[in-house]
Structure formats: structure tokens, C-alpha cells
Nanobody
Framework: VQVVESGGGLVQPGGSLRLSCVAS????????MRWYRQAPGKGRELVAD????????VYVDSVKGRFTISRDNAKNTVYLQMNSLKPEDTAVYSC?????WGQGTQVTVSS
């Protein structure tokens, strides 16, 4: 199983980024996919989840209305569209499926 994130970077407050996570080595469409983040000095936090079947989504309260998780099963890819970014969104964002994790991608929101 491989899980590879991309799309992080430095962005000003109010800006946008789209993270991508390509996963392989398992039947992608059968599994829920999740984005987590870990800010400096803090624990890991579940940011968003998308189900395997209905595509229903769940978000942590702090990102509701700003972030959107989506998936493209044909491309084995899950996305996290992040709008209206705030400095407190600064963290390493990681993709998760079952027991497997990507290496993470750094998102820094700063002027």
C-alpha cells in the first residue's frame, strides 16, 4: 500500500490550497479516506472524512464551510480543497486509510 500527498505550501491568510492524496495497493473505492493534520506542539487532529460508498463527508468544526473533501475513485485520489485559510490552519496534513499513512505535506499560512 502506498499513500502519497502533495499540494502543500506557503499561502497568505485568506488564500486557498488544494491537497491531493494518491493511494494504491488496495481497492480504493471500498474504503473511507481521511485527512488529518498536526500543528507544531499539538496532537494529530482529524480534519475531514469521506465515506467509501455514499461519499458522505464529516468535518471538524473549525474547518466547516471552508474545507471540502472529495474523491475520484477512477484516479485513486482524494482531495482537500482549503479556502479562506487562517494562520491556525498551519500544520502537516496527512492522508489516512485504515492503518496506512502518507508522509504528510506542510501547509503554512502566514503573511
Amino acid at each position: 500500500v502506498q499513500v502519497v500527498e502533495s499540494g502543500g505550501g506557503l499561502v497568505q491568510p485568506g488564500g486557498s490550497l488544494r491537497l491531493s492524496c494518491v493511494a494504491s495497493g488496495f481497492p480504493f473505492s471500498n474504503y473511507d479516506m481521511r485527512w488529518y493534520r498536526q500543528a507544531p506542539g499539538k496532537g494529530r487532529e482529524l480534519v475531514a472524512d469521506i465515506s467509501s460508498t455514499s461519499g458522505s463527508t464529516v468535518y471538524v468544526d473549525s474547518v466547516k464551510g471552508r474545507f471540502t473533501i472529495s474523491r475520484d475513485n477512477a484516479k485513486n485520489t482524494v482531495y482537500l480543497q482549503m479556502n479562506s485559510l487562517k494562520p491556525e490552519d498551519t500544520a502537516v496534513y496527512s492522508c489516512n486509510v485504515q492503518f496506512y499513512w502518507g508522509q504528510g505535506t506542510q501547509v503554512t499560512v502566514s503573511s
